[in-house]
């Protein structure tokens, strides 16, 4: 389908695609969208395609090293193309459900939000692979991709995207939170009756990647499931304030990070610490999944809690699942409602895919999707490159 016969449409059936920084696969996404002002979402499938153990490491490897060559990043990018136009393809054939439009997010391997001195010039970027053009041609669906680099070009530091997302799935009748804990945490907020430019969001910092690194590292396990080491385990409170001092905690927003920040080398520092310490490596785990209820906790009392009082509060990501933060946020959040996306017929783990759905939709309706006062743009503007099939 061309653009010229989706822009007639009342009503739009799209997919989306989302990788996260844990890079453990495609999340895939169909919902109905309609309207301009009022936009509407309905929900129709969701799927989760675990990457190929090659892929993944290939992936994980792009995001940390800076030694890969130029030949092997621009394949890499083509062949995650091809990886997200079958995950497509399987999606359409096991549904049946016919889609007039694909969005995706891509893979992160870099995500640089603060401008730096480069070649004499201030610059940020933000780079998600995973070619769009492929993905059209493969499918034969109109693709949009690359949502990021329309804030950076903005003035913004392309990150976090899916907060005026949340604000059109979930509404304004309440004062409401919705918190992703995926690989990083982060936060929008709103109070009740808020316009899109009252919109709070921000990364808080670490939320699954440095917990998935260490028990890895440690044992062999891709995570702790249902945070079952960390309700074991005990808080070192040394070695927890030595790690909060990361200067991340300490920026206001706007603000995002990733793995550049909080990966392996952050991992790295805190095994090492943990020895100095002489903690055990259940309790190094209960402590590293303390930091992220912390940099939460710290990051709502400093930046949201002063304007209003979160009453709904939205758990989403794979983190939604972890019975350690659950106790944790329940007992710090004690006057919210705390419920996960569930309750509004969205899956907590593909709300991530369902944002870029919308945002693919908003790119074709020519609508804005970033919020200055959230990523530090100078203006609203229109995000992602449209790819045809």
């Excluded at 044992?219 to 927890?240: I, S, Y």
């Excluded at 659950?326 to 569930?342: N, Q």
């Excluded at 503007?381 to 790819?387: E, N, S």
Aim: aromatic letters at 8%; a neutral charge; proline letters at 4%.
């Amino acid at each position: 389908m061309w653009l010229s016969e989706l822009i007639k449409k009342k009503n739009l059936t799209v997919l989306g695609l989302s990788s996260g920084t844990s890079a453990d696969g495609i999340d895939a996404a169909i919902v109905e969208i309609s309207g301009l002002k009022q936009i509407k979402v309905r929900p129709l499938y969701f799927s989760v395609f675990p990457y190929a153990e090659e892929v993944r490491q290939a992936a994980l490897y792009s995001a940390t090293s800076p030694e890969d060559s130029i030949e092997y990043l621009a394949r890499l990018n083509v062949l995650l193309g091809e990886v997200m136009a079958e995950t497509a393809l399987a999606v359409l054939k096991e549904t049946k459900i016919k889609i007039d439009l694909i969005g995706s997010h891509g893979q992160t391997i870099r995500h640089l939000p603060e401008a730096q001195d480069f070649l004499g010039r201030k610059i940020r970027a933000s780079w998600q692979m995973g070619e769009g053009e492929v993905i059209a041609k493969k499918t034969g669906t109109v693709t949009v991709c690359d949502f990021r680099a329309g804030d950076i070009a903005a003035g913004g530091g392309g990150a976090p995207l899916t907060p005026y997302v949340n604000y059109l799935l979930f509404g304004n009748q309440k004062a409401t939170g919705v918190l992703n804990i995926g690989g990083i945490a982060n936060i929008s907020a709103w109070n009740k009756n808020a316009g899109w430019e009252e919109i709070i969001g921000f990364d808080c910092g670490p939320g699954n990647m440095v917990i998935d690194g260490l028990m890895t590292n440690m044992f062999k396990q891709g995570l702790d499931q249902g945070g079952k080491m960390a309700r074991a385990g005990k808080v070192n409170p040394e070695l927890l304030e030595e790690l909060l001092e990361h200067p991340f905690f300490k920026r206001e927003p706007p603000k995002s990070t990733g793995r550049e920040e909080f990966g392996s080398a952050f991992a790295k520092t805190a095994l090492r610490l943990s020895s100095e310490y002489r903690v055990s490596e259940q309790e190094l785990i209960a402590t590293i999944s303390e930091l992220t209820v912390q940099v939460i906790w710290d990051s709502y009392r400093r930046f949201i809690q002063p304007k209003f009082e979160i009453e709904e509060l939205y758990l989403t990501g794979g983190g939604s699942y972890n019975g350690y933060f659950l106790e944790r946020l329940k007992g710090l959040f004690a006057g919210a409602e705390i419920m996960t996306p569930e309750k509004r017929g969205f899956s907590r783990k593909g709300l991530e895919a369902v944002s870029f759905a919308v945002l693919a939709y908003l790119a074709i309706c020519g609508l804005p999707a970033n919020l200055p006062q959230v990523t530090g743009a100078k203006m609203r503007a229109v995000l992602g490159k449209i790819c045809l099939p």
